[in-house]
Every structure is written in structure tokens, then in C-alpha cells.
């Protein structure tokens, strides 16, 4: 399994901008899929963005797309979500995650390794 470390979040003002972190360990990067699913309080673990283990293919949920953008570092072994004009609703603990299929990232069935989650507040 991959050990991942999310960095990255803080409290920003709607319309404002962050860039997550996503550091993986453990096991060779360019071999897994990967995604960023965020949690809100009361709420379920929710799918927000994945990318293919190569980079090529990409996909989000229809909440943020046109304002996040999710790229891989494969040098680096590292992933990125990067989030602009974010609204109150965004407010989320967000989670980075590993899979060995990229099926597997869009479905959050089967995801391999999670990371620990970084908070996300934005205020109005």
C-alpha cells in the first residue's frame, strides 16, 4: 500500500484560491490511480476529483469542475488538487486516496490508501 500525507489546506475567503498536497511512500506512485474525496461535517466521504496513474485521464465531480484541477507529479510521487473561486460549500476535510485501477479512484470502492485529510474552510 501507498502512505500518503495531505498538506496544504487553511482557511481561505470565498473566491479565494488553495493548492493541496498529496506526498506518497511505500510502494512505486506510477503504478495507482489517484483522487481527492472531501468529508463535511454530517456528511458522507464524498468523490471530488481522479486521475489516471499515468496522468492522461482526468474526471471530477460536477461540484467543482471548472474550478479544481487535479495533476500528478510522478517524479515527485506526488498528487495535487488545486482549487480556485471556492465557495462556503467547499468547506470539507479533504482526502487524498490510492488505487491500483482508476475504476476503483472514481467509484471509492476498493481504494487502497486513504490519507489522514487536511481541512478546508473557506469563509464569506
Known amino acids: 500500500q501507498l502512505q500518503l500525507v495531505e498538506s496544504g489546506g487553511g482557511l481561505v475567503q470565498a473566491g479565494g484560491s488553495l493548492r493541496l498536497s498529496c506526498a506518497a511512500t511505500?510502494?512505486?506512485?506510477?503504478?495507482?490511480?489517484m483522487g481527492w474525496f472531501r468529508q463535511a461535517p454530517g456528511n458522507e466521504r464524498d468523490f471530488v476529483a481522479a486521475?489516471?496513474?499515468?496522468?492522461?485521464?482526468?474526471y471530477y465531480a460536477d461540484s467543482v469542475k471548472g474550478r479544481f484541477t487535479i495533476a500528478r507529479d510522478n517524479a515527485k510521487n506526488t498528487v495535487y488538487l488545486e482549487m480556485n473561486n471556492l465557495k462556503s460549500e467547499d468547506r470539507a476535510v479533504y482526502y487524498c486516496?490510492?488505487?491500483?485501477?482508476?475504476?476503483?479512484?472514481?467509484?471509492?470502492?476498493?481504494?487502497?490508501?486513504w490519507g489522514q485529510g487536511t481541512q478546508v474552510t473557506v469563509s464569506s
Open positions: 486516496a490510492a488505487a491500483i485501477t482508476y475504476a476503483r479512484v472514481l467509484s471509492g470502492n476498493g481504494v487502497g490508501s
Open positions: 511505500g510502494r512505486t506512485f506510477t503504478n495507482y490511480a
Open positions: 486521475i489516471s496513474a499515468s496522468g492522461a485521464s482526468t
